[in-house]
């Protein structure tokens, strides 16, 4: 499975963006596609994770109440809407797949299969 993140770019501080995770091929099944973010010299963090099969949700505490994903089955990809977006936010942004996921694999970053390349989201103040 090949995943395109898709969507980045510059926006001022308040503003929204949103992200698209495409797959390659097949169905997300019972799969759990999360995106992740990071910024140079820190750690990788979860930002939210959606298990495609039941459609629960698991979000980084940080974007809580102003990032909102979803996915399209006729598209096979996952949305990330960021709204109130702040400087801290800006980050290379990563979806990801874990395989045959159970609930308490969902925020393990090693236990994701596929990663696609990341797209930049810049916040400005």
């Known amino acids: 499975v090949q995943l395109q993140a898709s969507g980045g770019g510059l926006v001022q501080a308040g503003g929204s963006l949103r992200l698209s995770c495409a797959a390659s091929?097949?169905?997300?099944?019972?799969?759990?596609v999360g995106w992740f973010r990071q910024v140079p010299g820190k750690e990788r963090e979860l930002v939210v994770v959606?298990?495609?099969?039941?459609?629960?949700?698991l979000y980084g505490e940080s974007v809580k109440g102003r990032f909102t994903v979803s996915r399209d089955y006729a598209k096979n990809t996952v949305y990330l809407q960021m709204n109130s977006l702040k400087p801290d936010d800006t980050a290379v942004y990563y979806c990801?797949?874990?395989?045959?996921?159970?609930?308490?694999?969902?925020?393990?970053?090693?236990?994701?299969?596929?990663w696609g390349l990341g797209t930049l989201v810049t916040v400005s103040s």
């Open positions: 990801a797949a874990q395989r045959e996921v159970i609930a308490s694999t969902m925020a393990v970053q090693r236990r994701y299969d596929f």
């Open positions: 091929e097949g169905a997300f099944s019972n799969y759990a």
């Open positions: 959606i298990r495609w099969s039941t459609g629960s949700t």
